[in-house]
């Protein structure tokens, strides 16, 4: 056997270059898979952080709109205490100048 590999020495270096070319290629393949797990992580990461944005920014704009419902009511429920009793505003109870008639 040792005779094989001395007597044909262009055998061994081709099997030695097919070696060394398919571990190279292995070598890329991982490094090339570790690159894209890298990356795919990195975009998750990147993907979640934006989706905790959205979310603050959702729950930002639903404080702002609970607050400004709160203040328009306030400010309808001072209206209505501004008026008095529902009179209208005019100290007429609400209805028409005495004798004059709607409409005719």
Do not use: I, Y
């Amino acid at each position: 056997m040792r005779r094989l590999w001395r007597g044909d020495r262009r055998h061994g270096a081709a099997v030695f270059g097919l070696l060394a070319l398919a571990a190279g290629l292995a070598g890329c393949g991982v490094s090339e898979t570790a690159g894209s797990a890298a990356t795919a992580a990195a975009l998750k990461a990147r993907e979640v952080q934006q989706a905790a944005d959205a979310q603050e920014r959702v729950r930002q704009s639903l404080a702002d709109a609970e607050r400004q419902a709160k203040e328009r009511l306030d400010s309808a429920e001072a209206a209505a205490n501004d008026t008095g009793s529902g009179t209208g505003g005019a100290g007429d109870g609400g209805q028409s100048p005495a004798g004059a008639e709607v409409g005719r």
